[in-house]
Protein backbone atom coordinates (compact mmCIF):
# COMPACT_ATOMS: atom_id res chain seq x y z
CA UNK A 1 0.00 0.00 0.00
CA UNK A 2 1.34 3.28 -0.93
CA UNK A 3 2.03 6.14 1.44
CA UNK A 4 -0.98 8.53 1.86
CA UNK A 5 -0.87 11.66 2.13
CA UNK A 6 -2.98 12.10 5.63
CA UNK A 7 -2.59 9.05 7.96
CA UNK A 8 -6.06 10.13 9.90
CA UNK A 9 -5.72 8.45 13.55
CA UNK A 10 -9.40 7.82 15.17
CA UNK A 11 -12.71 7.54 13.27
CA UNK A 12 -14.78 9.35 15.25
CA UNK A 13 -17.09 12.40 13.53
CA UNK A 14 -13.81 14.80 13.70
CA UNK A 15 -11.67 12.01 11.75
CA UNK A 16 -14.36 10.89 9.41
CA UNK A 17 -14.90 14.50 8.68
CA UNK A 18 -11.05 15.75 8.31
CA UNK A 19 -10.96 11.93 6.08
CA UNK A 20 -13.54 13.55 3.60
CA UNK A 21 -12.75 17.44 3.78
CA UNK A 22 -9.12 16.47 3.00
CA UNK A 23 -10.59 14.02 -0.23
CA UNK A 24 -12.91 16.27 -1.45
CA UNK A 25 -10.12 18.68 -2.59
CA UNK A 26 -7.30 16.04 -3.49
CA UNK A 27 -5.63 14.43 -0.99
CA UNK A 28 -5.35 10.76 -0.53
CA UNK A 29 -5.96 9.64 3.13
CA UNK A 30 -6.36 6.22 5.09
CA UNK A 31 -8.51 6.00 8.14
CA UNK A 32 -7.46 3.84 11.27
CA UNK A 33 -9.11 3.12 14.13
CA UNK A 34 -8.71 0.80 17.26
CA UNK A 35 -12.09 -0.30 17.84
CA UNK A 36 -13.00 -3.51 16.68
CA UNK A 37 -15.89 -1.76 14.77
CA UNK A 38 -18.02 1.60 14.59
CA UNK A 39 -20.92 0.64 17.00
CA UNK A 40 -20.86 2.65 20.56
CA UNK A 41 -23.39 4.53 22.42
CA UNK A 42 -23.75 7.92 21.13
CA UNK A 43 -22.59 10.82 23.82
CA UNK A 44 -23.94 13.68 21.38
CA UNK A 45 -27.46 14.38 20.24
CA UNK A 46 -26.94 17.73 18.29
CA UNK A 47 -25.77 19.26 15.34
CA UNK A 48 -25.70 23.24 14.81
CA UNK A 49 -26.27 24.99 11.98
CA UNK A 50 -22.61 26.07 11.37
CA UNK A 51 -21.46 22.58 11.40
CA UNK A 52 -24.29 21.37 8.62
CA UNK A 53 -22.94 24.29 6.99
CA UNK A 54 -19.51 23.92 7.33
CA UNK A 55 -20.55 19.86 5.59
CA UNK A 56 -22.96 21.26 3.04
CA UNK A 57 -19.71 20.74 0.30
CA UNK A 58 -19.07 17.39 0.99
CA UNK A 59 -22.54 16.17 -0.09
CA UNK A 60 -23.80 15.14 3.64
CA UNK A 61 -26.08 17.79 4.81
CA UNK A 62 -28.80 16.35 2.94
CA UNK A 63 -28.20 12.78 4.75
CA UNK A 64 -28.06 14.31 8.56
CA UNK A 65 -31.34 16.16 7.87
CA UNK A 66 -33.08 12.96 6.86
CA UNK A 67 -32.34 11.43 10.07
CA UNK A 68 -32.77 14.32 11.98
CA UNK A 69 -35.26 16.14 14.32
CA UNK A 70 -35.36 19.75 12.71
CA UNK A 71 -38.24 20.62 14.86
CA UNK A 72 -37.59 19.66 18.21
CA UNK A 73 -39.82 20.53 21.32
CA UNK A 74 -38.89 20.51 24.67
CA UNK A 75 -40.71 20.40 28.00
CA UNK A 76 -38.68 22.21 31.01
CA UNK A 77 -39.67 20.61 34.18
CA UNK A 78 -39.99 23.20 37.03
CA UNK A 79 -40.80 21.93 40.09
CA UNK A 80 -44.63 21.14 39.66
CA UNK A 81 -44.77 23.33 36.50
CA UNK A 82 -44.20 22.07 33.05
CA UNK A 83 -43.53 24.62 30.20
CA UNK A 84 -43.73 23.41 26.86
CA UNK A 85 -40.85 25.13 24.20
CA UNK A 86 -40.48 24.67 20.28
CA UNK A 87 -37.28 25.21 19.80
CA UNK A 88 -37.68 24.65 16.17
CA UNK A 89 -39.70 27.99 15.74
CA UNK A 90 -36.11 29.84 16.47
CA UNK A 91 -36.06 31.52 12.76
CA UNK A 92 -32.22 32.09 12.85
CA UNK A 93 -31.12 34.76 10.26
CA UNK A 94 -28.52 34.19 7.37
CA UNK A 95 -28.52 30.65 7.03
CA UNK A 96 -29.82 27.81 5.33
CA UNK A 97 -30.32 25.86 8.32
CA UNK A 98 -32.41 28.14 10.64
CA UNK A 99 -33.37 25.46 12.93
CA UNK A 100 -32.41 23.39 16.11
CA UNK A 101 -31.13 19.57 14.78
CA UNK A 102 -30.96 16.93 16.94
CA UNK A 103 -29.29 13.66 15.29
CA UNK A 104 -27.54 11.06 16.70
CA UNK A 105 -23.81 10.89 17.02
CA UNK A 106 -24.01 7.42 15.59
CA UNK A 107 -25.89 8.42 12.70
CA UNK A 108 -23.54 11.39 12.17
CA UNK A 109 -20.19 8.23 11.90
CA UNK A 110 -22.32 6.26 10.20
CA UNK A 111 -23.27 8.40 7.41
CA UNK A 112 -20.06 10.26 7.00
CA UNK A 113 -18.54 6.82 6.69
CA UNK A 114 -20.91 5.75 3.86
CA UNK A 115 -19.67 8.86 2.15
CA UNK A 116 -15.93 7.91 2.02
CA UNK A 117 -16.84 4.62 1.02
CA UNK A 118 -18.39 5.72 -2.09
CA UNK A 119 -15.36 7.48 -2.26
CA UNK A 120 -13.54 4.24 -2.51
CA UNK A 121 -11.96 5.21 1.41
CA UNK A 122 -12.98 2.21 4.11
CA UNK A 123 -12.45 2.81 7.54
CA UNK A 124 -10.20 0.19 9.09
CA UNK A 125 -10.99 -1.43 12.28
CA UNK A 126 -8.56 -3.17 14.67
CA UNK A 127 -5.94 -1.09 13.48
CA UNK A 128 -3.88 0.66 16.48
CA UNK A 129 -1.37 3.46 16.09
CA UNK A 130 1.58 1.79 17.90
CA UNK A 131 4.47 4.05 17.54
CA UNK A 132 4.99 7.75 15.75
CA UNK A 133 8.08 9.72 15.37
CA UNK A 134 9.58 12.46 13.12
CA UNK A 135 12.41 11.91 10.78
CA UNK A 136 13.30 14.37 7.88
CA UNK A 137 10.05 16.07 8.51
CA UNK A 138 8.34 13.33 7.61
CA UNK A 139 6.13 11.16 10.25
CA UNK A 140 7.11 7.82 10.70
CA UNK A 141 3.94 5.59 11.76
CA UNK A 142 3.54 1.43 13.23
CA UNK A 143 0.69 0.50 12.80
CA UNK A 144 -0.56 -2.29 14.96
CA UNK A 145 -2.92 -4.57 12.97
CA UNK A 146 -4.43 -7.97 13.41
CA UNK A 147 -1.62 -9.38 10.61
CA UNK A 148 1.46 -7.30 12.83
CA UNK A 149 3.19 -4.41 12.45
CA UNK A 150 3.39 -2.13 9.41
CA UNK A 151 5.16 0.68 8.72
CA UNK A 152 3.55 4.32 6.96
CA UNK A 153 5.27 7.42 6.51
CA UNK A 154 2.12 9.74 5.30
CA UNK A 155 3.37 13.40 5.01
CA UNK A 156 0.86 14.30 7.45
CA UNK A 157 -0.74 12.32 10.43
CA UNK A 158 -3.85 13.96 12.00
CA UNK A 159 -4.46 12.89 15.93
CA UNK A 160 -8.64 12.49 16.25
CA UNK A 161 -7.69 9.88 19.09
CA UNK A 162 -9.70 11.38 21.69
CA UNK A 163 -8.43 13.05 24.85
CA UNK A 164 -6.05 9.63 25.72
CA UNK A 165 -4.42 10.70 22.13
CA UNK A 166 -1.99 8.91 21.37
CA UNK A 167 -0.78 10.95 18.68
CA UNK A 168 -0.85 14.12 21.17
CA UNK A 169 1.23 12.46 24.10
CA UNK A 170 3.76 10.69 21.93
CA UNK A 171 4.14 14.07 19.82
CA UNK A 172 4.91 15.85 23.50
CA UNK A 173 2.49 18.43 24.06
CA UNK A 174 1.24 19.75 27.02
CA UNK A 175 -2.34 19.11 27.46
CA UNK A 176 -3.85 22.27 29.65
CA UNK A 177 -6.33 22.16 32.06
CA UNK A 178 -8.02 19.76 34.60
CA UNK A 179 -10.75 16.81 36.08
CA UNK A 180 -14.48 18.00 36.79
CA UNK A 181 -16.35 17.48 40.26
CA UNK A 182 -19.11 16.18 38.54
CA UNK A 183 -19.40 13.15 36.38
CA UNK A 184 -22.33 12.54 33.71
CA UNK A 185 -24.45 9.29 33.80
CA UNK A 186 -25.75 7.99 30.47
CA UNK A 187 -28.35 5.60 30.32
CA UNK A 188 -31.30 3.90 27.94
CA UNK A 189 -34.46 3.63 29.46
CA UNK A 190 -37.95 2.28 29.68
CA UNK A 191 -39.27 4.30 32.18
CA UNK A 192 -43.17 4.57 33.54
CA UNK A 193 -44.29 7.80 33.94
CA UNK A 194 -46.53 10.42 32.68
CA UNK A 195 -44.37 12.18 29.82
CA UNK A 196 -45.16 13.17 26.61
CA UNK A 197 -43.50 11.19 24.10
CA UNK A 198 -40.93 12.47 21.10
CA UNK A 199 -40.14 15.59 23.25
CA UNK A 200 -37.03 16.37 25.03
CA UNK A 201 -37.89 16.48 28.76
CA UNK A 202 -35.17 18.65 30.63
CA UNK A 203 -36.20 18.58 34.97
CA UNK A 204 -34.45 21.20 36.47
CA UNK A 205 -33.44 19.57 40.09
CA UNK A 206 -31.24 21.70 43.11
CA UNK A 207 -28.97 18.66 42.35
CA UNK A 208 -28.41 19.70 38.65
CA UNK A 209 -30.26 19.70 35.35
CA UNK A 210 -31.51 16.09 34.04
CA UNK A 211 -31.80 15.57 30.19
CA UNK A 212 -34.12 12.45 28.29
CA UNK A 213 -33.76 12.29 24.92
CA UNK A 214 -36.24 11.11 22.65
CA UNK A 215 -33.47 9.31 20.70
CA UNK A 216 -32.51 6.11 23.10
CA UNK A 217 -31.03 3.38 20.92
CA UNK A 218 -31.18 0.38 23.23
CA UNK A 219 -34.98 1.74 24.66
CA UNK A 220 -36.85 5.00 24.04
CA UNK A 221 -35.20 7.15 26.16
CA UNK A 222 -31.65 8.12 26.82
CA UNK A 223 -30.57 9.55 30.36
CA UNK A 224 -28.25 12.20 31.22
CA UNK A 225 -27.71 13.37 34.68
CA UNK A 226 -24.91 14.75 36.39
CA UNK A 227 -23.63 13.74 39.93
CA UNK A 228 -20.33 14.60 41.81
CA UNK A 229 -17.33 12.19 40.51
CA UNK A 230 -16.67 8.89 41.93
CA UNK A 231 -13.94 7.46 42.26
CA UNK A 232 -12.46 5.45 39.43
CA UNK A 233 -9.55 5.68 36.44
CA UNK A 234 -11.14 5.03 33.50
CA UNK A 235 -10.36 7.07 30.85
CA UNK A 236 -11.84 10.66 30.58
CA UNK A 237 -14.86 11.20 27.98
CA UNK A 238 -15.65 7.68 27.50
CA UNK A 239 -18.43 5.51 28.66
CA UNK A 240 -16.95 3.56 31.27
CA UNK A 241 -18.37 1.50 34.16
CA UNK A 242 -22.22 0.76 33.74
CA UNK A 243 -24.46 2.33 36.13
CA UNK A 244 -26.90 0.32 38.94
CA UNK A 245 -30.34 0.71 38.07
CA UNK A 246 -31.06 2.12 41.60
CA UNK A 247 -28.54 4.92 41.19
CA UNK A 248 -29.90 5.96 38.08
CA UNK A 249 -33.60 5.73 39.94
CA UNK A 250 -32.23 7.98 42.71
CA UNK A 251 -30.73 10.82 39.90
CA UNK A 252 -34.29 10.93 38.79
CA UNK A 253 -36.01 11.02 41.96
CA UNK A 254 -33.33 13.91 43.38
CA UNK A 255 -34.48 15.78 39.72
CA UNK A 256 -38.37 15.25 41.08
CA UNK A 257 -39.23 13.56 38.63
CA UNK A 258 -41.72 11.57 38.70
CA UNK A 259 -41.30 8.19 36.61
CA UNK A 260 -40.02 4.67 37.12
CA UNK A 261 -37.37 2.93 35.89
CA UNK A 262 -38.42 0.03 33.83
CA UNK A 263 -36.00 -1.31 31.68
CA UNK A 264 -32.03 -0.02 31.46
CA UNK A 265 -30.86 -1.87 29.08
CA UNK A 266 -27.71 0.11 28.72
CA UNK A 267 -26.17 2.73 31.51
CA UNK A 268 -22.94 4.01 31.88
CA UNK A 269 -20.64 6.59 33.82
CA UNK A 270 -18.22 9.66 32.36
CA UNK A 271 -15.87 10.84 33.66
CA UNK A 272 -15.01 14.67 32.60
CA UNK A 273 -12.26 17.23 32.37
CA UNK A 274 -11.85 20.48 30.12
CA UNK A 275 -8.44 20.55 29.09
CA UNK A 276 -6.84 22.27 25.96
CA UNK A 277 -3.79 21.24 24.06
CA UNK A 278 -0.52 23.44 24.24
CA UNK A 279 -0.58 23.14 20.23
CA UNK A 280 -2.66 22.02 17.68
CA UNK A 281 0.43 21.42 15.41
CA UNK A 282 3.68 20.03 16.08
CA UNK A 283 5.82 19.53 12.69
CA UNK A 284 3.72 17.41 10.38
CA UNK A 285 1.67 15.88 13.40
CA UNK A 286 -2.03 17.53 14.15
CA UNK A 287 -4.62 17.68 16.66
CA UNK A 288 -8.43 17.73 16.07
CA UNK A 289 -11.26 17.09 17.92
CA UNK A 290 -11.21 16.13 21.71
CA UNK A 291 -7.54 15.31 21.05
CA UNK A 292 -7.23 18.75 20.98
CA UNK A 293 -9.85 20.14 23.30
CA UNK A 294 -12.06 18.64 25.62
CA UNK A 295 -14.59 19.80 27.81
CA UNK A 296 -18.22 18.87 29.80
CA UNK A 297 -20.99 18.21 26.96
CA UNK A 298 -23.37 21.39 28.56
CA UNK A 299 -24.54 23.59 24.97
CA UNK A 300 -23.58 21.01 22.66
CA UNK A 301 -20.19 21.81 21.92
CA UNK A 302 -17.78 18.79 21.65
CA UNK A 303 -18.73 17.49 18.39
CA UNK A 304 -19.09 20.64 16.68
CA UNK A 305 -16.09 21.81 17.46
CA UNK A 306 -14.72 19.13 16.63
CA UNK A 307 -16.08 18.82 12.63
CA UNK A 308 -15.20 22.71 12.48
CA UNK A 309 -11.56 21.88 13.14
CA UNK A 310 -11.93 18.83 10.56
CA UNK A 311 -13.72 21.35 7.57
CA UNK A 312 -10.27 23.81 8.57
CA UNK A 313 -7.60 21.31 8.67
CA UNK A 314 -8.57 19.31 5.58
CA UNK A 315 -8.46 21.69 2.55
CA UNK A 316 -5.38 22.65 4.00
CA UNK A 317 -3.71 19.52 4.18
CA UNK A 318 -4.75 18.72 0.51
CA UNK A 319 -3.54 22.12 -0.81
CA UNK A 320 -0.52 22.49 1.50
CA UNK A 321 1.80 21.12 -1.54
CA UNK A 322 1.76 24.06 -3.52
CA UNK A 323 0.99 26.77 -0.90
CA UNK A 324 3.19 28.62 1.62
CA UNK A 325 4.06 27.74 5.09
CA UNK A 326 1.68 30.39 6.37
CA UNK A 327 -1.18 27.96 5.29
CA UNK A 328 -0.59 24.89 7.65
CA UNK A 329 0.51 27.63 10.79
CA UNK A 330 -2.77 29.20 9.84
CA UNK A 331 -4.83 26.27 11.50
CA UNK A 332 -3.42 26.08 15.12
CA UNK A 333 -3.76 30.02 15.19
CA UNK A 334 -7.21 30.02 13.85
CA UNK A 335 -8.38 26.93 16.01
CA UNK A 336 -6.53 27.09 19.22
CA UNK A 337 -8.44 30.34 20.00
CA UNK A 338 -11.73 29.17 19.22
CA UNK A 339 -11.50 25.98 21.01
CA UNK A 340 -10.86 28.06 24.17
CA UNK A 341 -13.83 30.38 23.72
CA UNK A 342 -16.17 26.79 23.39
CA UNK A 343 -14.15 25.50 26.16
CA UNK A 344 -15.23 29.33 28.00
CA UNK A 345 -19.17 28.60 27.45
CA UNK A 346 -19.08 24.94 27.94
CA UNK A 347 -18.02 25.65 31.21
CA UNK A 348 -20.34 28.62 32.35
CA UNK A 349 -23.12 26.31 30.69
CA UNK A 350 -21.92 23.28 32.98
CA UNK A 351 -21.76 25.34 36.06
CA UNK A 352 -25.00 26.50 35.67
CA UNK A 353 -26.51 23.26 34.81
CA UNK A 354 -24.24 21.08 37.13
CA UNK A 355 -22.73 23.07 39.77
CA UNK A 356 -22.72 21.98 43.43
CA UNK A 357 -22.27 25.52 44.56
CA UNK A 358 -24.97 27.45 46.56
CA UNK A 359 -26.01 29.97 44.19
CA UNK A 360 -26.91 27.70 40.95
CA UNK A 361 -28.31 25.27 43.72
CA UNK A 362 -30.46 28.08 44.34
CA UNK A 363 -31.06 29.41 41.16
CA UNK A 364 -32.37 25.80 39.87
CA UNK A 365 -33.73 25.18 43.07
CA UNK A 366 -35.95 28.10 43.96
CA UNK A 367 -35.82 30.91 41.35
CA UNK A 368 -36.49 28.77 38.30
CA UNK A 369 -39.90 27.32 39.87
CA UNK A 370 -41.26 30.51 40.39
CA UNK A 371 -40.23 32.08 37.12
CA UNK A 372 -42.37 29.48 35.72
CA UNK A 373 -45.17 31.24 34.94
CA UNK A 374 -43.23 34.32 32.56
CA UNK A 375 -40.88 31.20 30.99
CA UNK A 376 -43.74 30.44 28.37
CA UNK A 377 -44.02 34.33 27.52
CA UNK A 378 -40.23 34.21 27.04
CA UNK A 379 -40.04 31.26 24.71
CA UNK A 380 -42.63 32.25 22.58
CA UNK A 381 -39.89 35.51 21.12
CA UNK A 382 -38.13 33.91 18.21
CA UNK A 383 -35.80 36.42 18.51
CA UNK A 384 -35.04 35.64 21.74
CA UNK A 385 -35.09 31.77 21.20
CA UNK A 386 -32.75 32.31 18.02
CA UNK A 387 -29.75 34.34 19.99
CA UNK A 388 -30.14 31.52 22.25
CA UNK A 389 -29.53 28.78 19.51
CA UNK A 390 -27.15 30.99 17.12
CA UNK A 391 -25.14 31.58 20.21
CA UNK A 392 -24.37 27.47 20.70
CA UNK A 393 -23.66 27.58 16.91
CA UNK A 394 -20.62 29.81 17.37
CA UNK A 395 -20.87 32.88 15.79
CA UNK A 396 -18.32 34.19 17.43
CA UNK A 397 -15.98 32.11 15.52
CA UNK A 398 -13.74 34.35 13.41
CA UNK A 399 -10.53 34.53 11.93
CA UNK A 400 -9.75 37.89 11.83
CA UNK A 401 -5.57 38.28 12.28
CA UNK A 402 -5.06 35.22 10.02
CA UNK A 403 -2.32 35.51 7.90
CA UNK A 404 -4.99 33.94 5.37
CA UNK A 405 -7.46 36.94 6.08
CA UNK A 406 -6.65 39.61 3.65
CA UNK A 407 -8.35 43.11 3.18
CA UNK A 408 -7.48 45.00 0.14
CA UNK A 409 -7.92 48.96 0.57
CA UNK A 410 -11.15 50.18 2.20
CA UNK A 411 -14.38 48.03 2.06
CA UNK A 412 -17.65 48.83 2.91
CA UNK A 413 -20.11 47.31 4.77
CA UNK A 414 -20.50 43.01 4.85
CA UNK A 415 -18.04 40.27 5.90
CA UNK A 416 -14.67 40.95 6.32
CA UNK A 417 -11.72 38.90 6.02
CA UNK A 418 -11.50 35.88 8.33
CA UNK A 419 -15.79 36.80 8.89
CA UNK A 420 -18.09 33.35 7.86
CA UNK A 421 -19.60 34.08 5.15
CA UNK A 422 -23.40 34.52 5.55
CA UNK A 423 -26.18 33.70 3.95
CA UNK A 424 -28.72 35.83 1.51
CA UNK A 425 -30.53 35.47 -1.93
CA UNK A 426 -28.35 36.89 -4.56
CA UNK A 427 -28.51 37.09 -8.23
CA UNK A 428 -26.52 34.93 -9.95
CA UNK A 429 -26.48 33.98 -14.20
CA UNK A 430 -30.39 35.27 -14.38
CA UNK A 431 -31.53 33.59 -11.51
CA UNK A 432 -32.39 34.24 -8.27
CA UNK A 433 -30.16 31.65 -6.09
CA UNK A 434 -28.50 32.19 -2.32
CA UNK A 435 -25.17 32.57 -1.67
CA UNK A 436 -24.68 28.88 0.27
CA UNK A 437 -26.08 27.15 -2.70
CA UNK A 438 -23.35 28.95 -4.56
CA UNK A 439 -20.36 27.25 -2.06
CA UNK A 440 -21.94 24.17 -1.75
CA UNK A 441 -19.38 22.57 -3.60
CA UNK A 442 -15.62 21.87 -2.87
CA UNK A 443 -12.56 24.53 -3.35
CA UNK A 444 -12.39 28.36 -3.08
CA UNK A 445 -15.35 30.66 -4.39
CA UNK A 446 -14.82 33.93 -5.87
CA UNK A 447 -17.89 36.21 -6.07
CA UNK A 448 -17.49 39.31 -8.92
CA UNK A 449 -19.74 41.91 -8.12
CA UNK A 450 -21.77 43.53 -11.44
CA UNK A 451 -18.53 45.85 -12.50
CA UNK A 452 -15.78 44.12 -11.27
CA UNK A 453 -12.85 43.14 -13.52
CA UNK A 454 -10.80 40.13 -12.89
CA UNK A 455 -7.86 39.52 -15.09
CA UNK A 456 -7.01 36.32 -13.40
CA UNK A 457 -10.52 34.53 -14.18
CA UNK A 458 -8.65 32.67 -17.37
CA UNK A 459 -5.95 31.69 -15.50
CA UNK A 460 -8.32 29.96 -12.44
CA UNK A 461 -7.26 26.56 -11.73
CA UNK A 462 -9.52 23.50 -11.28
CA UNK A 463 -9.34 24.82 -7.01
CA UNK A 464 -11.86 27.93 -7.89
CA UNK A 465 -14.61 28.62 -8.87
CA UNK A 466 -15.81 32.22 -10.20
CA UNK A 467 -19.80 33.76 -9.70
CA UNK A 468 -20.55 37.00 -11.02
CA UNK A 469 -23.18 38.21 -8.63
CA UNK A 470 -25.83 40.57 -10.72
CA UNK A 471 -27.27 42.04 -7.81
CA UNK A 472 -24.11 43.65 -6.20
CA UNK A 473 -23.23 46.81 -7.83
CA UNK A 474 -19.92 47.69 -8.28
CA UNK A 475 -16.25 46.93 -8.29
CA UNK A 476 -15.71 44.36 -5.63
CA UNK A 477 -14.22 40.67 -5.25
CA UNK A 478 -14.70 38.52 -2.48
CA UNK A 479 -13.49 34.88 -2.25
CA UNK A 480 -14.07 32.74 0.00
CA UNK A 481 -12.85 29.71 1.42
CA UNK A 482 -13.36 25.83 1.72
CA UNK A 483 -14.58 26.29 5.14
CA UNK A 484 -17.17 28.87 4.49
CA UNK A 485 -14.85 31.76 5.76
CA UNK A 486 -14.17 34.92 3.89
CA UNK A 487 -10.19 35.20 2.79
CA UNK A 488 -10.11 37.75 0.27
CA UNK A 489 -12.35 40.89 0.26
CA UNK A 490 -11.49 43.84 -2.14
CA UNK A 491 -13.75 47.02 -3.24
CA UNK A 492 -11.53 47.72 -6.39
CA UNK A 493 -11.01 44.29 -8.24
CA UNK A 494 -9.12 41.59 -7.64
CA UNK A 495 -5.64 43.03 -7.38
CA UNK A 496 -4.24 41.08 -4.70
CA UNK A 497 -6.13 37.89 -5.57
CA UNK A 498 -2.98 36.07 -7.36
CA UNK A 499 -1.24 36.57 -4.58
CA UNK A 500 -3.71 35.45 -2.19
CA UNK A 501 -4.61 32.49 -4.01
CA UNK A 502 -1.08 31.32 -3.93
CA UNK A 503 -1.22 31.59 -0.62
CA UNK A 504 -3.79 29.37 -0.29
CA UNK A 505 -2.14 27.17 -3.02
CA UNK A 506 -5.52 26.92 -4.74
CA UNK A 507 -3.71 28.08 -8.01
Not at 19 to 27: N, P, S, T, V
Not at 178 to 186: A, D, S, T
Not at 206 to 229: C, D, M, S, V
Amino acid sequence: MSAPDVLVVGAGPTGLALALQAHEHGATVRVVDRRSEALRPSRAMMVHSRTLESLRPLGVTAALLDRADRNPRAQLHLGSRVVDVALGEAAMRRTPYPHLTMVRQADVEEILQDALRRRGVEVEWGVELDALEVADERPRATLRTTHGHELVTPRYVVGCDGPASRVRNTAGIAWKGGPYRQEIVLADLELEADLTPDVLHVVAGRAGLLFLFALGEGATWRLLGTRPAGDGDQPYGQPGDAVPAAEVQALIDDAGLEAQVREMPWSAKVRLQHRVAGEFRHGPLFLAGDAAHTHSPAAAQGMNTGIIDAVNLGWKLAYADRAGPALLDSYDRERRPAARQALALTHTVFFAEASTHPLPQFLRGRVMPLLAPLLPVMVRQPHAMAAVITLLSQPWVRYPGSALSVADGLLARGPRPGDRLPDSVVMCAGRQTRLHDLTASPGVHLFLAREAECAELDRLGPRVTAHRIDSWPGTGVTAVRPDGHVGYRSARGAHALTDWLELLGAT
